[in-house]
């Protein structure tokens, strides 16, 4: 997973910038300093499921909504020393972005096995956000489901990238963005991953939260 380049991806969460730490360096200031303009906006939380023979691999993409739901994110972000800024504010974006989302093997809550985290902000630089790219197992299953307790807020899309593990003609279309469910089930089958995937997985190592920059 540490070699997954970001830029594989063809269907993007969102639209925006994912900037460099020295162009965030002044992020949150200025942030909290923009006025509302009287425009309320809901918080979005796009999610990209992929699919590899050992892996399943979501990509998630989230912006807070606009007024108390920033300010908050700022808020607990800003409390963290300023060396550490811009470390608190991509934590606790990924947080929120991840907090309502489970994902489930044979209903099963199964463990990441790696986490990165970009930041950035939106076109217009109204709000931050950030992109979460997360790696869970995929042993021998019949089944694999991406459930939010959001789903107001939370769309999902899904793309098998040749793993011969998801019955395609039980599955919702690819490429589609599938909005306001509260649980997306694909039915697997195919190899059960065997020993190589078995080796890859347990060369992994669980990461309890988004602790380091994306590299």
């Given at each position: 997973m540490s070699r997954r380049n970001w830029r594989n991806w063809g269907q993007t969460p969102f639209p925006g910038r994912l900037l460099s730490t020295l162009a965030l360096a002044s992020l949150v200031a200025t942030l909290a300093g923009q006025?509302?303009?009287?425009?309320?906006?809901?918080?979005?939380?796009?999610?990209?499921?992929?699919?590899e023979?050992?892996?399943?691999?979501?990509?998630?993409?989230?912006?807070?909504?606009?007024?108390?739901?920033?300010?908050?994110?700022?808020?607990r972000a800003a409390s963290a020393p300023k060396s550490h800024g811009l470390d608190a504010l991509r934590d606790v974006l990924a947080?929120?972005?991840?907090?309502?989302?489970?994902?489930?093997v044979d209903g099963t809550p199964v463990v990441p096995t790696s986490v990165r985290a970009k930041i950035g902000v939106?076109?217009?630089?109204?709000?931050?956000?950030?992109?979460v790219l997360v790696t869970y197992p995929l042993a021998a299953a019949k089944t694999l489901a991406v459930g939010t307790k959001e789903p107001r807020s939370t769309r999902i899309s899904?793309?098998?990238?040749?793993?011969?593990?998801?019955?395609?003609?039980?599955?919702?279309?690819?490429?589609?963005?599938?909005?306001?469910?509260?649980?997306?089930?694909?039915?697997?089958?195919?190899?059960?991953?065997?020993?190589?995937?078995?080796?890859?997985?347990?060369?992994?190592?669980?990461?309890?939260?988004?602790?380091?920059?994306?590299?």
């Open positions: 006025p509302a303009w009287g425009h309320v906006f809901p918080a979005v939380r796009n999610v990209v499921v992929q699919v023979p050992c892996e399943v691999v979501l990509l998630v993409g989230y912006r807070p909504g606009t007024g108390e739901a920033t300010d908050a994110i700022l808020s947080a929120y972005a991840m907090a309502p989302l489970t994902v489930t939106e076109p217009g630089g109204a709000r931050p956000m950030v992109v899904w793309q098998d990238q040749r793993s011969d593990r998801v019955v395609i003609a039980e599955a919702p279309a690819q490429g589609k963005w599938h909005a306001g469910v509260a649980s997306f089930l694909l039915t697997l089958s195919g190899p059960s991953g065997g020993p190589a995937c078995a080796t890859s997985n347990s060369s992994r190592r669980s990461l309890p939260s988004v602790s380091s920059p994306a590299r």
